[in-house]
């Protein structure tokens, strides 16, 4: 009896092992394969965000130095002219002897090349009475020139071998090219409006005024 019920057991646990079979051994390499693949998968996105995120920093800071750049570098500006260090003289015919410093004032990054410009010194009432000519040449960079000027003045008819003071106006219109890279070249002009009174007592300048 004690064999047979072994056998009716071991019956048993077969019929039991086919209802419910064991799981393949392949189940565990697959969740693996799986977490591999996931965890790569992950990885993979965290470093195309970071590289998309570094070029975009990139292309930020590229811009920021270009618009820098341009701004600075690349703004071209309006040289600037005046008159300084006057002088008058008589020379005794009604004429006055005009002499002064033309100071030009490059403020841009590049050379500015000027061509020969002709000034003029003019009453209130717009007759001109005296011309200084402005050699043409070049200025550096960032920097300032000046030119010597000369003008006979010839006194209007009312004021000859009279005193008295005398308001003129003096102007010129300077024109050049500030030249970038030495291969473009952009036009600018630079203007002299200087309002002063001659003094013909004393032989002086008075109230000078550049704008």
């Known amino acids: ?5 072994k056998k009716k057991k071991t019956a048993n646990d077969q ?4 209802s419910y079979p ?19 998968q992950s990885n993979y996105n965290q470093r195309r ?27 071209i500006k309006m040289p600037k002219m005046r008159l300084e260090n006057i002088t008058i003289s008589n020379d005794g015919d009604g004429r006055i002897i005009f002499s002064a410093q033309v100071y030009l004032r ?20 717009g007759a001109t009475i005296g011309q200084f000519v402005i050699p043409d040449g070049e200025i ?20 000859n071998n009279t005193s008295g003071v005398l308001p003129v106006i003096s102007e010129a219109k300077m024109r050049g090219k500030v030249k970038v890279f030495r291969v473009f070249r952009w036009k600018k002009t630079a203007d002299l409006n200087c309002k002063m009174s001659i003094n013909l007592t004393i032989s002086a300048i008075q109230d000078l005024d550049c704008e």
């Not at 019929?15 to 086919?18: L, V």
């Not at 590289?51 to 270009?66: A, H, N, Q």
């Not at 841009?108 to 010194?121: A, C, E, K, P, V």
């Not at 550096?140 to 004021?159: D, E, F, G, Q």
């Open 15 to 18: 019929k039991y092992q086919q």
């Open 22 to 40: 064991l799981a393949p051994s392949s189940v565990m390499p697959r969740s693996d394969a799986e977490f591999a693949t996931n965890n790569f």
């Open 140 to 159: 550096r960079r960032r920097s300032t020139k000046k030119n010597y000027v000369m003008a006979n003045i010839n006194l209007p008819s009312r004021l």
């Open 106 to 125: 490059n403020r841009n990054f590049w050379r500015y090349d000027y061509d020969s410009t002709l000034g003029t010194i003019n009453t209130a009432g």
């Open 1 to 5: 009896s004690t064999s047979i019920k």
């Open 49 to 75: 965000k970071n590289k998309i995120r570094s070029i975009f920093l990139i292309t930020i800071f590229l811009i920021g130095i270009i618009l820098l750049f341009s701004f600075t570098f690349l703004r």
